[in-house]
């Protein structure tokens, strides 16, 4: 198949993947959309929101839409690195078997991930930069393709262990999920307080994920739109000379390069979706909120003033 019929048959899969989750998901659109970004740029995403939110619902309906194999871990403090990766038992013939963990999947829900120690945490940062796993000197590939999906609970922050700045990097995309409006919660309401069965069927195969996955490093961006992107991060970072202000005065810490890349992925990935064979401005600026929100620090001012990233972004946009 050529890569223009690829492009077509993409935005039509995608399309039909969307409707499918819908019949589970009420809103959260553009959520879904930029999950769908995110797997297509093969990045990981951090939804950020209260409980109750369907977070959960959400990654599982995805998975089962996509034909996926999805396993969930509930990160807790007593969590130990070999509950995620697995671990080595001594079998009957007394020779040390490697008993796979729940990483070994192809989307993987990391729940809370706030709620477990660093060490643990650190245990995650090697599956989802590598793309596997190493245990008693031995390196163990994970399955392609392979996705962490983690929440974070934004509310009551005793007793938890926030990311650090480097494992942030790690995720393509940070969402903020928000409540339903009234009518989309009034929808909700209806549909889970009644009997009723609803069969999701998948609509991509794994074999098509990993071809729209390459087919979207293949699209051509135009010089002017990372020159757009890499300015774009640039202006995040205080003591650069472009920076603007409010750069300077709010923030401690802008952007690394990982930024401009995946602002580069997620813009072609959007492009595709929208049935366009190449990225522009436009497509870097719809992506820009969700890739830079958890990789600008800001000081002690902007925590005061309670400015947010969003704003921030906004501004530079």
Partial sequence: MSDVALAKELQQNIAALKQEVAKIIIGQDQIVHEIILAILGGGHALLIGVPGLAKTLMVHTLAQSLGLDFKRVQFTPDLMPSDILGTEILDETRHFKFIKGPVFTHILLADEINRTPPKTQAALL????????SIANQNFKLAQPFFVLATQNPIEQEGTYPLPEAQLDRFMFALNLDYPSFEEEVAVVKNTTITKDVQINPVISQTQILAYQSLVRKVP???????????????TRPKSEQAPEMVQK????GAGPR????????AKAHALIQGKLSPDIEDVKAVAKGILRHRILLNYKGEAEDISPDKIIEDLL
Avoid: C, F, P
């Fill in 126 to 133: 090697e599956a989802m930069q590598e793309k596997q796993v």
């Fill in 221 to 235: 961006v135009a010089d002017n739109v990372i020159e757009y992107a890499v300015k774009l991060v640039g202006k």
């Fill in 259 to 266: 930024a401009s890349q995946n602002l580069i992925l997620g």
């Fill in 250 to 253: 709010y923030l401690d810490w």
